[in-house]
């Protein structure tokens, strides 16, 4: 393997060092996350940074990027305290894709992409029709972080998922969802399911869990 040091990676293009850095981490779940800001306009952003902060109570978060970068988002949260998390498929990637454009102030990106947005349980953010799992959320902090960028924190308030995909344990098959994953900027990949295991216990090896 060849090493590379931080002072190396300092000296590189912006971009090259964006996209190096960015698929150090390895791959990342990614979504669309739906706002709505006060005049009642809908946005959409392309968030790769999303992660499960505990069951009890059910709490998801993600970062935003600083606000002169990316801020429509956070703004919109802040004014509603709502927004929605919403899984890409194969489908509609290209058009999530489109979504990570910025667009101005004002502008419907759902509209602008050709998605649908989906409004039930009267809840004041849309869904993303086309995603198969779909997460309404209510702000509870955010947390500002030392390179500029935002802890947003949610609780989960509502979940729609494809049935079918959904087992007897509450596990969610997302490669049956066909859920997407990213890596870097700009690419996204499909999953194929490998093994389930049993809860690890020291005193033995564990079992495996047919999907």
């Known amino acids: 393997m060849k090493h590379y040091n931080i002072t190396e990676i300092n000296t590189w293009e912006r971009f090259r060092r964006a996209n190096f850095v960015n698929a150090l981490s390895g791959f990342r779940p990614v979504s669309l996350i739906a706002t709505i800001d006060s005049e009642g306009i809908s946005n959409l952003g392309v968030f790769s940074n999303i992660v499960h902060l505990g069951a009890d109570p059910a ?18 949260i802040e004014v509603t305290g ?12 290209e058009k999530a894709h489109q979504c990570s454009a910025k667009y101005p102030d004002g ?20 869904y993303v029709a086309e995603s198969m799992v779909q997460l309404g959320m209510e702000l509870s902090e955010i947390i500002p972080m030392r390179n500029g960028t935002f802890l947003v924190i949610g609780n989960l308030v509502h979940a729609y998922v494809s049935e079918e ?5 509450g596990f969610i098959n997302l490669a049956q969802a066909d859920s997407l994953v990213s890596l870097g900027l700009d690419a996204y990949y499909q999953v194929n399911p490998l093994q389930r295991f049993t809860y690890a216990k020291p005193d033995r090896a564990p079992g495996t869990i047919p999907f």
């Open 107 to 126: 502008v419907n990106e759902f509209h602008e992409v050709g998605l649908t947005p989906d409004y039930k349980d009267d809840f004041k953010v849309p």
């Open 59 to 76: 709490l998801i978060a993600f970062i935003n990027r600083p606000r002169e970068a990316a801020p429509h988002t956070i703004q919109n």
């Open 82 to 93: 709502r927004y929605t998390i919403n899984h890409i498929h194969p489908a509609f990637v």
């Open 165 to 169: 995909t959904v087992g007897s344990d």
